[in-house]
Structures are given as structure tokens and as C-alpha cells.
């Protein structure tokens, strides 16, 4: 599971070549699910990226891939041993390693649904 971004970069741009060249191609079903794992990836790089700034004294300097934090924390599971570093932090954290939604790309749905006031009523004597 960890070493999908890695190897599937090479589809989304982050990364050049790889074994997933054969998999980039131009079928519709294949561009939908590369659409679908570069949300995927989008999402595993913001909480990286949210985490390295959380743990400064761990992770100073080190890159937002999964490889370069597995290397770091000498681990063969970034997302285990992420989650121990800030398990105080889960319930603030969005997936995939935290609790709460990610909500990249998610728009308020509280606006769509209000509606606009209109004009009092006339008086009922009038």
C-alpha cells in the first residue's frame, strides 16, 4: 500500500519513468483511474507534508514522499510509525493517516443551500 505513490508517480508527473509507464496510457478506463490515484496522492502528500511540520525534531528537512519518511524513521511502515510519532493528533489529522476528512477540494455545503431573504410581508392593515 505505502509504495503505491511511488510507484504510480510516474503517471501523475512526480516522478520520472518507473514500472508504472505501462499502466500510463491514454484508455479512458486507465485515465479515470490514474485521475482517481492522483486524488489519492494529493491527499498522502498534504498530510506528509502537515506532519513533517508537526515533528520538526524527526523529520527536519525530509521530503514529502513516503520513501524519503520511511528512510527517516527507519521504518517499513511511514504511516504506523507516523501515527505513533502524533497520536495525539489523530483526531486533527485527515486520512489517510489521521481521523478526519481530508477535505481537499470540498467545497461548503452550507452556502449552497441558503437562501437569500426577501422583502417583510406587508402590514396586515394595509
Known amino acids: 500500500m505505502e509504495d503505491t505513490p511511488e510507484k504510480l508517480g510516474a503517471c501523475s508527473g512526480r516522478t520520472a519513468g518507473g514500472p508504472a509507464s505501462a499502466f500510463c496510457s491514454s484508455s479512458p478506463a486507465n485515465r479515470r483511474a490514474l485521475r ?10 498534504d498530510v506528509l507534508t502537515r506532519v513533517i511540520g508537526l515533528i520538526p525534531d524527526k523529520l527536519a528537512g525530509c ?17 504506523m510509525a507516523l501515527r505513533g510519532l502524533v497520536a495525539g493528533q489523530l483526531r486533527t489529522l485527515p486520512a489517510p493517516l489521521g481521523f478526519q476528512p481530508h477535505g481537499i477540494g470540498v467545497r461548503s455545503r452550507k452556502s ?10 406587508p402590514p396586515l392593515g394595509a
Open 63 to 79: 521530503a514529502a514522499t513516503m520513501g524519503a519518511v520511511r528512510e527517516r524513521l527507519d521504518s517499513d511502515s511511514a504511516l
Open 112 to 121: 449552497a443551500f441558503q437562501q437569500r431573504a426577501g422583502p417583510d410581508p
Open 36 to 45: 482517481w490515484l492522483r486524488r489519492r496522492l494529493d491527499l498522502v502528500y
